[in-house]
């Protein structure tokens, strides 16, 4: 990121920052994604930068009033003035002219030549202000790899800032300014990870550090973590793993991985001191998975997207607000669903509910306090997920009984419709059909295998290309059945239309109705493993791996039980109740699968939400309490009513003799 907007400026002193291995390489990363990273910064971005090295350096250029370093001031006064002119540039909103005034405000102390402490002061209110109205990621949505860290460290840090962080590796020499010693512990104390990130995003303009915005965000994370703890040794890491074991008080100040990304080692010696902070710092820095093992981490992202989303709707922006309220559940909640619904499963819906009418509030432009009680409503509901996501609640029980239930409803309502199939095939006398049926299945089965590795080691499957995958999917299954129920019924109307069933239905399955019968099968089965693949790399932990695959395990015995029952008690049934019962069970999954599917593209945001207050969630049903799956499955009723009674008028069934 520029700190300066002058593209002479010269070079200064490089206080902060990471050199690269080779600039030519990371510059030609920056034109390989579209043009130059430091373009790509947002101006809030660029402004928090800014307030964050005025914050740390200021008192490298004033003590006691008097100016001590002259380039420095001037630095100063730059970036003051640089932070009030791309304050102007910031989209407008209702926390802008107070930002603008307070920007005004420093940049009067800093010409004035203020105390640090004053300067500071202003600074950081100022940047805290600045997040607070326009909002940006202020931690890793999981505990980054230090490993990987180390790695990235030596492949692109090392030849300029040394094996060790202390500034002198073999290409140092001759780089003006030089690149920074990261052992130096006291400009250490004063820097964040926050802040470390965004150097390793956006660069420094006047140095030979240049944006590393190619990498992966956890891969930025990651480096920053680990660039981060280069100033402490392992004595430091082993007092403050001891720290953190015994102090019950000083874990409680670390609750998430967005408090260590924002603390710096200096704010944290104001209530433990020096040493203290030192030591905890170094060991969270290299360890920051502990956080991770106490629970409250897993809603981190949620907690952070929830406060941006309310400051957010607060400034008047309405559209961020509703863009960040859905994060806030399918980046910040959804991925835990399993192993909530395994421990508690009437909490999930409680949050649920409240996720959509927080949404709903949005939507509908609800004042301000009415979103701002339901947002702490749901911080509420997130401290008791929090409580039972702890390491003593996720014993081996919660993991087995999670993995059965899921399975077992996920399976059974795909298994209902392709044993319908199997079945309506074999009274047909039809199994040369019955691969094209097999085969949609099966086809099924290895793509949700196919995802589950894209999504482990290639992509990432947001949560809204989750929800829509399973909501269009839904509707799409829904309305098949639909049209396959009424058709269904009405085969079993009339004795004539027994003759017409043995002796004319083979020829009616055309191999373009065998190839449909194929894409229904792997539609409905993709659906259901998509999202149970998934759920299950959510529960999956070395700890509990062993009670995850004995739950599947059982539910699939139960599942094949449960199709050998079916397809032994159809095939017993006089052929026109085998069309009666088929129609119905189609009919009950159409109604679920098209509550289920509107629910997803609900909580994709791509269906809008009006709650039902009051109203209970059946999700055996597929029935939640909104306008929009009430009204698509009344529809559903009335279709399949309507099909039934023109299947039962006297022209229709006499016209089926024909």
């Not at 956006?202 to 190619?214: H, I, R, V, Y």
């Not at 449909?516 to 792997?522: D, N, S, V």
């Amino acid at each position: 990121m520029p700190l300066s907007p002058a593209s002479d400026h010269k070079p200064r002193r490089a206080h902060h920052v990471l050199a690269p291995a080779c600039l030519a390489l990371a510059l030609m990363g920056s034109l390989l994604i579209g043009g130059s990273a430091l373009a790509a910064a947002t101006p809030a971005e660029t402004i928090w930068r800014l307030l964050d090295y005025v914050a740390v350096d200021y008192p490298g250029a004033i003590q006691d009033g008097r100016v001590i370093s002259a380039a420095e001031h001037a630095e100063m006064v730059e970036f003051s003035q640089t932070v009030r002119r791309l304050m102007a540039t910031l989209p407008a909103t209702k926390a802008k002219p107070g930002l603008e005034t307070k920007a005004d405000a420093l940049q009067q102390a800093i010409a004035a030549k203020r105390s640090a402490a004053e300067v500071a002061r202003l600074a950081k209110g100022l940047a805290a202000d600045l997040l607070a109205a326009y909002p940006v990621p202020l931690a890793p949505s999981a505990a980054p790899d230090l490993a990987r860290g180390a790695s990235l460290y030596a492949e692109n840090c090392v030849s300029c800032h040394g094996a060790t962080g202390d500034g002198k590796g073999p290409a140092a020499k001759g780089l003006d300014p030089a690149p920074i010693a990261f052992t130096d512990l006291d400009r250490a104390r004063q820097r964040s990870l926050f802040g470390l990130y965004q150097v390793v995003e956006q660069g420094l303009e006047g140095t030979a550090m240049p944006s590393f915005a190619q990498m992966p965000s956890n891969d930025r994370w990651a480096l920053a973590f680990y660039v981060g703890g280069l100033s402490q040794d392992e004595g430091a890491r082993s007092r403050g793993e001891a720290l953190w074991q015994g102090d019950a008080k000083l874990r409680g100040q670390f609750p998430n991985l967005e408090t260590l990304t924002k603390t710096t080692p200096a704010e944290l010696a104001l209530s433990v001191g020096n040493r203290k902070a030192d030591d905890l710092m170094a060991y969270l820095r290299r360890s920051p998975g502990v956080l991770t093992e106490q629970g409250a981490v897993s809603l981190a992202f949620a907690r952070s997207k929830l406060k941006a989303t309310v400051n957010a709707y607060a400034a008047g922006n309405t559209r961020d607000a509703g863009a960040l309220a859905l994060s806030t559940y399918l980046d910040g909640v959804e991925p835990f669903e399993p192993a909530i619904a395994a421990r508690d499963s009437k909490l999930l819906t409680r949050i649920e509910a409240a996720m959509g009418e927080f949404r709903s509030q949005i939507g509908r432009n609800a004042p301000v306090d009415s979103v701002r009680r339901q947002a702490t409503v749901i911080e509420g509901l997130l401290e008791e997920v929090e409580a039972v996501l702890a390491p003593a609640q996720a014993d081996a029980t919660a993991a087995f009984v999670g993995a059965f239930t899921i399975l077992l409803r996920e399976g059974l309502e795909a298994l209902l419709i392709v044993v319908a199939m199997i079945a309506f095939l074999k009274k047909a006398e039809r199994q040369d059909v019955l691969p094209y049926v097999h085969g949609g299945w099966v086809a099924a089965l290895g793509a949700g295998v196919l995802t589950w590795a894209a999504a482990t080691y290639f992509i990432t499957i947001s949560g809204a290309q989750r929800e829509m995958t399973e909501g269009f999917g839904g509707l799409f299954a829904a309305a098949v059945l639909l049209s396959v129920g009424i058709w269904m019924h009405g085969k079993s109307q009339a004795d004539a239309w027994q003759r017409y069933i043995k002796e004319r239905l083979s020829k009616a399955l055309s191999r373009g109705s065998a190839w449909f019968l194929f894409l229904l099968a792997f539609v409905v089965v993709y659906r259901e493993a998509f999202e149970t693949i998934l759920f299950f790399a959510a529960l999956w932990s070395p700890r509990t791996a062993g009670a995850v695959l004995g739950g599947a395990g059982v539910a699939l015995v139960a599942l094949v039980a449960i199709a050998w029952v079916m397809l032994r008690y159809s095939s017993r049934l006089p052929i026109s109740q085998f069309f009666a019962a088929s129609a119905a069970l189609v009919g009950v999954l159409a109604f679920v699968l098209a509550g289920k599917g509107l629910a997803a593209l609900q909580e994709a945001g791509v269906v809008p939400v009006t709650a039902l207050a009051g109203w209970p969630t059946l999700e055996l049903l597929g029935f939640y309490p909104t306008w929009q799956t009430l009204l698509v499955q009344l529809a559903v009723i009335a279709i399949l009513v309507g099909g039934y009674l023109h299947n039962r008028s006297p022209r229709r069934m006499e016209g089926t003799t024909g």
